[in-house]
């Protein structure tokens, strides 16, 4: 099992519970997992699968940690 599914993992067991924190903001599993698997999802639709190079520019640590996992979900 990879990142991804270790997240997927736990956001069925404890979606409530804090995954990520930055600033004012907190995460809780479950919508992290969600926004995992929407960003996996549009870069998929972007043409960008396994085994690709690609590049990735980001602003906030949770973006980029979004993006990250996403890539591991492809």
């Known amino acids: 099992m990879n990142l991804a599914g270790s997240l997927a993992v736990l956001a069925q067991s404890q979606p409530q519970h804090p995954a990520l924190i930055t600033g004012d903001?907190?995460?809780?599993?479950?919508?992290?997992?969600?926004?995992v698997r929407r960003t996996a999802s549009w870069?998929?639709?972007?043409?960008?699968?396994?085994?690709?190079?690609?590049?990735?520019?980001?602003?906030?640590?949770?973006?980029h940690l979004v993006t990250i996992l996403a890539l591991a979900a492809l």
């Open 25 to 35: 903001t907190t995460i809780p599993y479950r919508d992290l997992d969600g926004l």
């Open 43 to 63: 870069l998929a639709s972007q043409g960008i699968s396994r085994g690709d190079v690609i590049g990735v520019a980001l602003d906030d640590t949770a973006t």
